[in-house]
Nanobody, 122 residues
C-alpha cells in the first residue's frame, strides 16, 4: 500500500510559478511510475504529466514547455514545477502511482493523493 501526500498548491497570479511536491510512503517508490493529474470544477480529471521509474517523462500538450516533472527516488518524492501559469491551469492537482509504464489514463493508476488546490488569477 502506497500513501501519497501532495503539497505546494496555492494562489498565484498569471505568469507566476509554483512547485508541487508529492511525498510517497509505504511501498517501493523507485519501482512505480508516477503521474500528476488535475481536475477543474465541472470537468473530468485529466492527465498532466508522468515520469517513469527510470526517468522517462511525458506531458499533455497544454503544459509542454511550462511544466516539468521530476522525481527523487532517494527521498521518495515527485515534483511538478509549474512556470508561466495561466488561469486555465486552475484545478486540484493529484499525484498518483502506477505499476503500469507510460499510461495517461487515470484508471491505470493504483494509488492517489488527496490533492492540492492551484488557483491562478488573471
Amino acid at each position: 500500500q502506497v500513501q501519497l501526500v501532495e503539497s505546494g498548491g496555492g494562489l498565484v497570479q498569471a505568469g507566476g510559478s509554483l512547485r508541487l511536491s508529492c511525498a510517497a510512503s509505504g511501498g517501493t517508490f523507485s519501482t512505480y511510475n508516477m503521474g500528476w493529474f488535475r481536475q477543474a470544477p465541472g470537468k473530468e480529471r485529466e492527465f498532466v504529466a508522468y515520469i517513469s521509474w527510470h526517468g522517462i517523462t511525458a506531458y499533455v500538450e497544454a503544459v509542454k514547455g511550462r511544466f516539468t516533472i521530476s522525481r527523487d527516488n532517494a527521498k521518495n518524492m515527485v515534483y511538478l514545477q509549474m512556470n508561466g501559469l495561466k488561469p486555465e491551469d486552475t484545478a486540484v492537482y493529484y499525484c498518483a502511482a502506477a505499476r503500469i509504464y507510460g499510461s495517461r489514463w487515470s484508471n491505470d493508476y493504483d494509488y492517489w493523493g488527496q490533492g492540492t488546490q492551484v488557483t491562478v488569477s488573471s
